[in-house]
Structures are given as structure tokens and as C-alpha cells.
């Protein structure tokens, strides 16, 4: 079993950041690839990063390319978004989740472990 925390969520102006981290415990010693997903109010979870664990690449919707970075720091077992530029319509819950696939998976269902989220609010 994983157990993921999210943190730094929180309330910011349009044209603000944040970032926000994702701590692992548990049996993080097998490899995980990482993603981080969204959830507005009334609206399906999408994808919104992710970072291989094999070979640290990364992946982005494209609503978020250039403006969102993922990044991983294996010996402190936490995943971090970088998040610049925010917009009214970045605002959602965000979820960080785990999963063993190899390949890249950008829905939901392929994720294994999950955290409880952390809100991100943008105003503008």
C-alpha cells in the first residue's frame, strides 16, 4: 500500500503560483509513475501531469503546457507541481495519484493509490 498527502493548495490571483506537493510513505520502494489530476465542481477528474518513474519524463494536458512543471525528488518520496501563470479555469481540487503502469496512463482508472486532494483557487 501508498498513502499520498497533497499540500499547498490554497487561494491566489489570476497571473499568481503555487506549488503544490504530493508526500509517499508506505512501500514506496517499488516505482511508481506519478501524475497529478483535477477536479472542478461538476466536472469529470482530467489529467493534468504526470512524471515516469523509470525515466523521469514528463507528460502535460495541454492546457497546462508551459505554464504547470512536475518534478519528483525520489529520496524525499514527494512529486511536486510548479504551478505559474494561474487562470480562473486552473481552479479545482488536485489530486496527486500513483500508479505501476510502464506506460503512460493519463486517466483516471489507471491510477492504483490516490490522495485526498487540496484545493486551489484562483480569483480573478
Known amino acids: 500500500q501508498v498513502q499520498l498527502v497533497e499540500s499547498g493548495g490554497g487561494l491566489v490571483q489570476a497571473g499568481g503560483s503555487l506549488r503544490l506537493s504530493c508526500a509517499a510513505s508506505?512501500?514506496?520502494?517499488?516505482?511508481?509513475?506519478m501524475g497529478w489530476f483535477r477536479q472542478a465542481p461538476g466536472k469529470e477528474r482530467e489529467f493534468v501531469a504526470l512524471i515516469m518513474w523509470s525515466s523521469s519524463n514528463t507528460y502535460y494536458a495541454d492546457s497546462v503546457k508551459g505554464r504547470f512543471t512536475i518534478s519528483r525528488d525520489n529520496a524525499k518520496n514527494t512529486v511536486y507541481l510548479q504551478m505559474n501563470s494561474l487562470k480562473p479555469e486552473d481552479t479545482a481540487v488536485y489530486y496527486c495519484?500513483?500508479?505501476?503502469?510502464?506506460?503512460?496512463?493519463?486517466?483516471?482508472?489507471?491510477?492504483?493509490?490516490w490522495g485526498q486532494g487540496t484545493q486551489v483557487t484562483v480569483s480573478s
Open positions: 508506505g512501500r514506496t520502494g517499488s516505482t511508481y509513475t
Open positions: 495519484a500513483a500508479t505501476r503502469s510502464i506506460v503512460v496512463i493519463t486517466t483516471p482508472d489507471g491510477y492504483d493509490y
